[in-house]
């Protein structure tokens, strides 16, 4: 398993490298603190330079004093199997710290993405902002 994530890595590299994308300028991150709450505004491609993003945000998020974080993805236009796997190491660092972690909007084909990883099973998953604080609270 762990040589097939290796191979799915190299490859997302090798493409990236073949279309002279430069690292971080594929998502963009706006933040804004809600009470105890961080919420992500998560914008275009989310991919294997996604992952250091998202440890950095959880890095402050850690600092912040958020006990939740909600990441909206309403602005994700894709996502591949190695953004994903940043998700996940990132709700698992949050865990660790014991701070709670949603996910808000995901649009297609982002959604069926998530769906198919059984990721809403892991994380909650909500249709809007609002329903995501409401069910915190």
Same mark, same amino acid.
């Given at each position: 398993h762990h040589e097939e994530i290796k191979g799915i890595q190299q490859e997302s590299e090798e493409i990236a490298e073949n279309n002279s $994308? /430069?690292? %971080?300028v594929e998502m963009q991150v706006a933040e804004r603190m809600q009470d105890t /709450? #961080?919420?992500l505004m998560i914008s275009g491609r989310v991919t294997v330079y996604s992952r250091k993003v998202f440890q950095g945000m959880v890095k402050s998020a850690r600092f912040s004093g958020a006990k939740h974080i $909600?990441?909206?993805m309403e602005g994700v236009t894709f996502m591949d199997t190695i953004g #994903? %796997? %940043?998700l996940v190491l990132a709700y698992l660092d949050l865990n660790d710290n014991h701070m709670a972690m949603s996910v808000v909007e995901p *649009? *297609?084909?982002?959604?069926t993405l998530l769906e198919d990883a059984n990721f809403p099973e892991l994380v909650p998953t909500?249709? /809007?902002e609002e329903t995501a604080l409401q069910a915190i609270h």
């Open positions: $994308i /430069t690292p %971080g /709450t #961080l919420v $909600i990441f909206n #994903l %796997g %940043g *649009q *297609q084909p982002v959604k909500y249709p /809007t």
